[in-house]
């Protein structure tokens, strides 16, 4: 049985949060682990891609906020566990800022619903 409190507690208890899922329209668990602190480990797809930029091979304007790994087999999931756990062990000043940091993001819905209305009213203004 799905219990909330013990969900809250096993986010609030990890480090790391793994979703190696194949396809993921959307993705909370990683959002939910950013807001805990848990630093995500995904596997580059949908909301998962979205949402979490790589530490080692982020590009763009979206923070850095956790590991990503392409391909379905092991090896790639293993990459992806073995460089986080580098981090963890090799670098704990860096994995606690990067938990920091993530706790900070803004992954509310209000940025999201900004950009479309702004989409909206361009398009009302060209009526």
């Known amino acids: 049985m799905y219990s909330e409190p013990l969900a809250h507690m096993i ?6 949060v793994v979703v190696p899922s194949m396809y ?3 993705g909370l ?3 939910i682990a950013l807001r805990y602190g848990a630093v995500p480990l995904v596997h580059r797809t949908g909301g ?5 930029s790589d530490v080692d091979h982020g590009g763009g304007a979206a923070p850095r906020n956790g590991f990503v790994f392409d391909g379905s087999d092991e090896a ?3 990459g992806a566990l073995d460089r986080a756990l580098a981090m963890y062990a090799q670098q704990p ?4 800022a990067l938990a920091q940091d993530n706790m900070r993001l803004d992954v509310s819905w209000g ?3 900004k950009s479309y209305m702004d989409v909206y009213r361009s398009i009302l203004g060209n009526y």
């Open 11 to 16: 986010y609030a208890a990890a480090d790391v």
């Open 24 to 26: 993921e329209p959307c």
């Open 29 to 31: 668990t990683q959002m």
């Open 48 to 52: 998962l891609a979205d949402t979490v």
């Open 76 to 78: 790639a999931l293993f």
């Open 93 to 96: 000043a860096h994995w606690a």
């Open 111 to 113: 940025k999201s619903a």
